[in-house]
């Protein structure tokens, strides 16, 4: 489910094994692409340099700049979704309803928008930023302008000459603000927290460069090898040694000063956390944006929308004639868990209750057969996600290999190897400066538990996905009762 950069990955993946596999993916939107078709607000690019933001299977030689911008990213995803046989395997324009575990037949029965089917294997590959999130504030319904969320551009409505309110400073907000800036007549920004800021070195890639990579594409490893290496640098000062942080942390308050000469607004502009708590934000025109005299600052959040504008914590309203808001997404309450069921007949999001775990972020006890890509705990907030998208596409192929070899109906990971996992995972997290860093951010679930986020160097999953570990599984041979760690004595 999902044809994003985790789905089609793992379909190619899958496809390269076995081109004849038994495969389908099933797309709820009508075009393949996830994050990068959703979000086509005005600047929107990725914050990770190309050479390693994509696949390592499908290196792309003509990126046009350092940082991908979104069109870019979705072309390429829809090209590697064709050139590896995934387009032909996918059913788009149909969304999941429910899919419920039948232990009877062992299998999953999967109600779709477009029909029902059912599966020996089911993998949600949903995206973890994948659902919009809107505050919940008051009268957003009663308001006679254009309001939308980032993820949902509204393309038809024109901004310009129009008074606009942008709600959130996140990651989305500071690639679109300066994109809109010179369009609008005034931007009202509500900033509940400041984020760390730093300068973006994006380029546009030389034709010399270009060439290099497709005539010698170790060249384009290397420079993959040398940028994965460089942000793997960053995990020592979140997660190990945070005092480094300061050092860190010092560059952009520089840049702070550099840009934002006024001392109030500098105020205003400064985070009160850690550098790195929550995702640093690349921008080189974000903070001078906000110093223009068309542009004011509302260091608070929202806390109602009027017909005519929106409100702030203090109970002043500014009227607007465009809302928009730029305040993420519900990785930690993911829809897709609302909607499938398991052995016991509830549901992911009820076996949850909003704080999501996983073995190795990929299997859930009580959900035979069921396989997340980008779940609980596999979030980064320094390097590429494809990357570990690609470890789980690997670990799930083994697992279904170990299941083929073992003539398993079904692989089950044990609860306590689930346990046990997380209490591993637990007191890294507690180190990390997404903990402890001082500040609130999507990474906490409401019990206040780091259910997002990777706590260590990305090699060490990588690592840990490399091989399917049946010694954590219960499998079940077609026809009999389960058997633990069948799968390891196999192997063995
Ligand atoms: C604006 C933005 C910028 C980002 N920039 C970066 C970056 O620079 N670097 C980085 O590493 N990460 C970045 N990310 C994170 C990004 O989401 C991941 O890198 C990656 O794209 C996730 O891929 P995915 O396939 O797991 O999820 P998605 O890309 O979200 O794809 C999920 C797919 O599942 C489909 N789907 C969902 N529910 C259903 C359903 N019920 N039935 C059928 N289909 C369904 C969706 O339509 C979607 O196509 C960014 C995210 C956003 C939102």
Redesign the pocket.
Known sequence: ?????????LAATLLREDPAADLLV????DD????????T?PG?????PSAL?SYSFAPDPNWRYA?GK?SEIHSYLRRVADETGVTSRTVTG????EAQWDAGVRQWRVR?GLGSLTATVLIA???????PKLPEVSGVDSFTGAAFH??TWDHGFDLTGKRVAVIGTG??AI?FVPEIVDQVEHLTLFQRTASWVLPKHDRLVSRFERTLFRTLPVTQKLVRGVVYAQKEGYVVGMAHQLWLLRLFQRRAEAYLRAQVPDDGLRAALTPTFTITCKRILLSNDWLRTLTRPDVSVVASGLTAVTETGVVDDAGNEYPVDAIIFATG?TPTEP??AR?IRGADGRTLAEHWTGSPSAHLGTTVHGFPNLFL??GPNTN?GH????YM?ESQAAYIADALRVMRAERAATVEVTEDAQQRYNDGLDPQLARTVWNAGGCDSWYLDSSGRNSVMWPTFTWRFRRRTKRFDPENYRLTAAGEGSRDTAGAEARA
């Not at 489910?1 to 990955?9: K, S």
């Not at 099933?26 to 939107?29: C, K, L, N, S, T």
């Not at 929107?44 to 990770?48: G, K, L, P, S, T």
């Open positions: 489910m999902g044809a994003g950069f985790g789905g089609i990955g099933i797309e709820r939107a393949v692409g996830g994050t990068w078709r959703d979000n607000y929107c690019a990725c914050d990770v933001y940082y979104q149909c969304d999941l309803i779709t590959a949903t995206g973890a930023l994948s659902a980032s993820a990651a989305s690639q997404f829809p897709v909607h890509m980008y980064l390097s590429s996600i494809v998208l």
